[in-house]
Nanobody
Framework: DVQLQAFGGGLVQAGGSLRLSCAASGFTFGGGYVIRWFRQAPGKERERVSCISSSDGTTTYVGSVKGRFTISNDNAKKTVYLQMNSLKGEDTAVYYC??????????????????????????WGKGTEVTVSS
């Protein structure tokens, strides 16, 4: 059974940190996947936050989190992390991870697939809620 599980959310004060985890079961992230973190705040549309390619490790971030969030991948643990520092109230949202198989030869896959709709993601985890209090 193929699953993604996102966890690590919680309540944190502004300026604090959280680390979200996205764990895969039933498949591995090795070579050929892009793994994306999305978030959706109350009353707002879902937003792409960050992406990592499991093939070459290249990453992308939405401008509002650059310099504060770091995405990383541990293939051995089949887990992708999102380290979130200097959290702000506007980071409050439900965070989701998703994965899409793009093949092992697509360079800078996060950029190459950026135009694709989020419905193209093959696997989704249930969200984990992040609340940043001011």
């Amino acid at each position: 059974d193929v699953q993604l599980q996102a966890f690590g959310g919680g309540l944190v004060q502004a300026g604090g940190s959280l680390r979200l985890s996205c764990a895969a079961s039933g498949f591995t992230f090795g070579g050929g996947y892009v793994i994306r973190w999305f978030r959706q705040a109350p009353g707002k549309e879902r937003e792409r936050v960050s992406c990592i390619s499991s093939s070459d490790g290249t990453t992308t971030y939405v401008g509002s989190v650059k310099g504060r969030f770091t995405i990383s991948n541990d293939n051995a643990k089949k887990t992708v992390y999102l380290q979130m520092n200097s959290l702000k109230g506007e980071d409050t949202a439900v965070y989701y991870c998703a994965a899409q198989y793009v093949g092992p030869f697509l360079e800078q896959a996060c950029i190459a697939t950026a135009h694709r709709d989020s419905h193209s993601m093959h696997y989704w985890g249930k969200g984990t809620e992040v609340t940043v209090s001011s």
